[in-house]
Nanobody, 113 residues
Framework: VLLAESGGGLVQPGGSLRLSCVAS????????MSWYRQAPGKEREMVAT????????NYGDSVKGRFTISRENSKKRLYLEMNNLNPEDTAVYYC???????WGQGTQVTVSS
């Protein structure tokens, strides 16, 4: 199982970013997927989860209404659309396949003016 994130970067407060994760080594469309994040000095926290068919999503309280998780099973891709970003969203964001306990290498998101 391999997961590779991309799309992180530096963005100003109020800005937007779209993260992407490409999966390989398993039948992507069969499994639920998640995004997590870890800020310096803090524990890793769940950001969003999505069911295998994309119909059910859940979000952490701190991102509800601002972030949207989605997936494109035909391309084995997971996405995280992040809007109205604030400095508290600064973290390394990880793609996670819960059924396998697998993590990507992470992509840094920094929100700063």
């Amino acid at each position: 199982v391999l997961l590779a994130e991309s799309g992180g970067g530096l963005v100003q407060p109020g800005g937007s970013l779209r993260l992407s994760c490409v999966a390989s080594g398993f039948t992507f469309s069969w499994y639920d997927m998640s995004w997590y994040r870890q800020a310096p000095g803090k524990e890793r926290e769940m950001v969003a989860t999505i069911s295998s068919n994309g119909r059910t999503t859940n979000y952490g309280d701190s991102v509800k209404g601002r972030f949207t998780i989605s997936r494109e099973n035909s391309k084995k891709r997971l996405y995280l659309e992040m809007n109205n970003l604030n400095p508290e969203d600064t973290a390394v964001y990880y793609c996670h396949a819960p059924s396998f306990g697998s993590w990507g290498q992470g992509t840094q998101v920094t929100v700063s003016s």
